[in-house]
């Protein structure tokens, strides 16, 4: 495994160290390494909604180029998504 050396803020070191001393971690390693996996994963998952909010654009200018169009405002359509929501909760 490479190694790699990193310089931290002491807010950063003691969260490090307080994390390691709560036994929930071996060592600070496994600290850094379990913060890094959390962020590609937080990563991924903003690519993904990025990727499905610019397909959706993309459809709703197809359609406005075909001039399909809703007559519902943004209001109406936002309260229908929030009702939606609701309902699955």
Do not use: C, W
Not at 70 to 88: G, L
């Amino acid at each position: 495994m490479p190694t790699m050396n990193v310089s931290l803020s002491a807010e950063l070191a003691a969260f490090v160290d307080a994390e390691v001393a709560s036994g929930q971690y071996g060592s600070a390693s496994e600290v850094v390494r379990d913060g890094l996996r959390r962020l590609l994963h937080e990563k991924a998952v903003r690519e993904g909604k990025a990727a499905i909010l610019r397909r959706e654009i993309g459809h709703g200018l197809d359609q406005a180029r075909a001039t399909r169009l809703s007559r519902r405002s943004a209001a109406d359509i936002a309260a229908a998504v929030r009702e939606r929501s609701q309902r699955k909760a």
